[in-house]
């Protein structure tokens, strides 16, 4: 990375010389030869086992031949539509049929609630003393706040990494892109007026263009990447060049601001400007 952009920490260096691509069997019990990682025959087990694998996760909320969804079998082998209510609820299963008579119902119903929007607490209760009192200071505390909050909550709460699993796994299957839908178009209603409050505390001033609901679709992008590398044991850090480390999420989101914005005197932010910037007024969620 260019010094003049701050500099990511990373492992020492090793010797630079071109080795290929690294063997992706590490665990394997012997490491050279005919059993070994680069063996044919060895990449042909891997290779049939990832395809597998996909076949068993990533196809398995698919559309059949008459474009009807199909129950994902991994829905169906735990949340068994009366079996769930049965064994693990101790109900009888007349409680769920009155509900679901249809098991694709109860599945459906089971993917819209995980991936409802109000699975996030609104940031203008919980969130908004903190979040007011920080905005008397720099900016640079109120994005650390907002980045690290996101993270806090992730790993503190089994729904939202399911959640982010459901998304990943089965994007196309309708009722997991209804829900993202729903998620997508209720967030932007949740966190756009935070942001045009931090906006007008700031005294930033967008660029001709930009649209604070699409800052605000990137900001949940970074913050949803810095998660699941949190949640994975990384903790990528960017230290500036004043010598103050960032989480990449953090650091990207200063970029962000001083991409799409001006300052509250109309001249160009750099990251360390932004990270710096005085509140001009108040923080008003009333809003939000």
């Not at 998304?167 to 829900?179: C, G, I, K």
């Not at 839908?181 to 931090?198: D, F, K, Q, S």
């Not at 989480?247 to 989101?253: E, Q, R, S, V």
Request: proline letters at 10%.
């Amino acid at each position: 990375m260019d010094p003049g952009q701050g500099r990511l920490q990373a492992p020492p260096a090793r010797a630079h010389r071109h080795r290929g691509p690294a063997p992706c069997a590490v665990t394997i019990a012997t490491r050279q030869g005919a059993n070994g990682p680069q063996n044919p025959v060895t990449q042909y087990m891997l290779a049939e086992a990832s395809n597998y694998l996909a076949d068993r996760l990533l196809d398995d909320g698919r559309i059949d031949d008459e474009g009807r969804p199909t129950i994902p079998r991994t829905l169906s082998g735990a949340l068994g539509h009366q079996p769930f209510v049965e064994s693990v609820l101790g109900m009888s299963q007349h409680q769920m049929l009155r509900r679901w008579p249809l098991a694709s119902d109860w599945y459906n119903d089971v993917i819209n609630y995980v991936l409802r929007p109000a699975r996030f607490a609104s940031p203008a209760s919980p969130l908004a003393a903190p979040l007011v009192e920080l905005a008397k200071g720099p900016l640079g505390g109120v994005i650390r706040f907002l980045i690290d909050e996101a993270n806090r909550a992730a790993t503190t709460s089994r729904t939202l990494r399911v959640a982010e699993a459901l998304q990943t796994l089965w994007p196309d299957y309708p009722p997991v892109r209804q829900a993202l839908n729903a998620y997508r178009r209720e967030v932007l209603e949740l966190y756009v007026p935070i942001y045009e409050g931090l906006m007008v505390t700031y005294g930033l001033r967008p660029h001709p263009g930009v649209d604070v609901a699409a800052i605000s679709w990137a900001f949940n992008a970074l913050s949803s990447r810095n998660i699941l590398e949190q949640l994975a044991g990384q903790s990528p850090v960017l230290v500036d060049t004043h010598g103050t480390p960032w989480t990449l999420a953090a650091h990207n989101c200063l970029l962000l601001i001083a991409g799409s914005c001006a300052g509250p005197d109309g001249r160009p932010l750099s990251p360390h400007d932004c990270a710096n910037l005085p509140p001009v007024a108040p923080l008003d969620l009333s809003g939000a």
